[in-house]
């Protein structure tokens, strides 16, 4: 079996649950204190389609000692996962910001290193891994990325402070947060639009 049919089973496998832990961790502002605390909060431990696919292969891994079915079955799961996926609805769904994007491109390089370094272990273990380590890589993917995102952060304080010194006589609204920014600036702009000559354009 070519490694690339092997990385392409584990990855699929594993990209649910990238998805999660990466809408998980935006919902929890980025911030891996917050993060933590739900990700250890015992709650969140449920009986679930993804704990009966564990349950299920480790036994077949267990009675068989067969990689190949192993790999298999973890193939015909993630094809299941990801079409659930694909049809469930969330409140707060993961939004594919440009940050976000960066985030993806760093789990995948790290997940597809761990899978690579997995063929070592039986293929059973390692689909149980595949399914857990997406929640444990936000740390590291988050170390990575802090550097890159502090640096576009200050970029664009940078500029839009540029932009702002250009006119003293501005009144100038600034709003924050992960979710709701553009509908509020549009209503802040409707309601003060009234009486005010305004500029609702986004600068940063």
């Known amino acids: 079996m070519t490694s690339l049919f092997y990385l392409a089973v584990y990855l699929g496998l594993s990209f649910v649950y990238v998805k999660h832990a990466l809408q998980m961790f935006q919902q929890n502002h980025y911030e891996l204190y917050r993060y933590s605390k739900w990700l250890f909060n015992r709650k969140n431990i449920t009986f679930s389609y993804a704990f009966v696919f564990c349950i299920v292969i480790l036994v077949i891994g267990t009675l068989f000692s067969s990689n190949i079915l192993s790999i298999l079955f973890s193939a015909a799961f993630a094809v299941f996962a990801i079409y659930k996926e694909s049809n469930k609805t969330y409140i707060k769904d993961l939004v594919l910001t440009a940050r976000v994007k960066r985030q993806i491109l760093v789990l995948t390089i790290l ?10 272990l039986p293929a059973d273990l ?8 997406p929640y444990l890589m936000i ?5 990575i ?13 940078n ?3 540029q932009i702002l010194a250009e006119d003293d006589h501005l009144l100038k609204i600034g709003i924050t947060g992960s979710y709701g920014k553009t509908s509020t600036k549009n ?18």
């Open 111 to 120: 997940m597809s290193l761990f899978i690579l370094a997995g063929k070592i």
């Open 126 to 133: 390692l689909a149980v891994l595949c399914i857990i380590m």
């Open 139 to 143: 740390y590291p993917m988050a170390l």
């Open 145 to 157: 990325t802090y550097p890159i995102e502090e640096g576009i952060k200050k970029h664009y304080e």
């Open 159 to 161: 500029e839009a402070r």
């Open 187 to 204: 209503i802040v702009n409707d309601i003060i639009g009234e009486e005010k000559l305004t500029d609702r354009k986004s600068v940063v």
